[in-house]
């Protein structure tokens, strides 16, 4: 079937930088990726809708300039969080779903971020 | 907007089957979804169902589906340890818009 990779898979950095998180389709194209946010024992809270090739569109209370998504190819897209805070601390995943079809979304292993 | 409910918990022993129960609200779904997340993984896709069938069989798992009632349900036979996990029941419907996820349903299963 196929296959979302994303990376890194965890990650801990100080508070005042920044993290890139890279979400890859490997055998199929997505025009739309997905990033997702989970917080321990909750659900995935859909955070943006990445668009190749425009603005990505975010979902009500997510600050645009804090999570940057790029979407440059259709096969990658990037969540790169800003001037990352120990709240921003979470589980970030990604989804992709294969450019025109209706059928499910893959989504990638998850990256743990911790910021101290 | 869209809404997808469950119930939080599950505990069954093992042996015995567990059924996990779903509703939604989208009656233009086209497709439903139950994913697995085990401990700090991310999602693997159990099974889908296309909306206009209401059955659908593989392996252990069985998926049912009350259209008119907005009813899902995933019934897997035989439960084992390693089937302990959180369950999320999904709809979807174009491929540009994301799935609308259920809280998830955490299954313990009890040796």
């Known amino acids: 079937g196929a296959v979302v990779s994303q990376h890194p898979s965890w990650v801990i950095c100080k508070s005042g930088t920044s993290v890139k998180i890279e979400c890859r389709s490997l055998d199929f194209q997505a025009t739309t990726m997905f990033w997702y946010r989970q917080f321990p024992k909750q659900s995935l809270m859909l955070m943006a809708t990445s668009n190749e090739g425009s603005k990505a569109t975010y979902e009500q209370g997510v600050e645009k300039d804090k999570f940057l998504i790029n979407h440059a190819s259709l096969t990658l897209s990037t969540l790169t969080v800003t001037s990352a805070h120990p709240e921003d601390s979470s589980f970030y995943i990604c989804?992709?779903?294969?450019?025109?079809?209706?059928?499910?979304?893959?989504f990638g292993q998850g990256t743990r971020l911790t910021v101290v | 907007g869209e809404d997808v409910e469950q119930s939080l918990f599950l505990s069954v022993r093992e042996g015995d089957s567990s059924v996990i129960n779903c509703t939604y609200t989208?009656?233009?779904?086209?497709?439903l979804y139950w994913y697995k997340q085990e401990p700090g993984a991310g999602l693997q896709l159990l099974t889908y169902i296309f909306s206009n069938m209401d059955m659908k069989q593989d392996q252990r798992l069985t998926v049912l589906l009350n259209k008119k009632d907005k009813h899902l349900s995933l019934r897997i036979a035989d439960t084992q340890t390693g089937d302990s996990a959180i369950y999320f029941c999904a709809e979807g419907s174009s491929g540009n818009t994301p799935l609308v996820f259920g809280k998830g349903t955490r299954l313990s299963v009890i040796a």
């Open positions: 989208d009656s233009s779904s086209t497709y």
């Open positions: 989804s992709a779903r294969e450019m025109g079809m209706n059928t499910e979304a893959f």
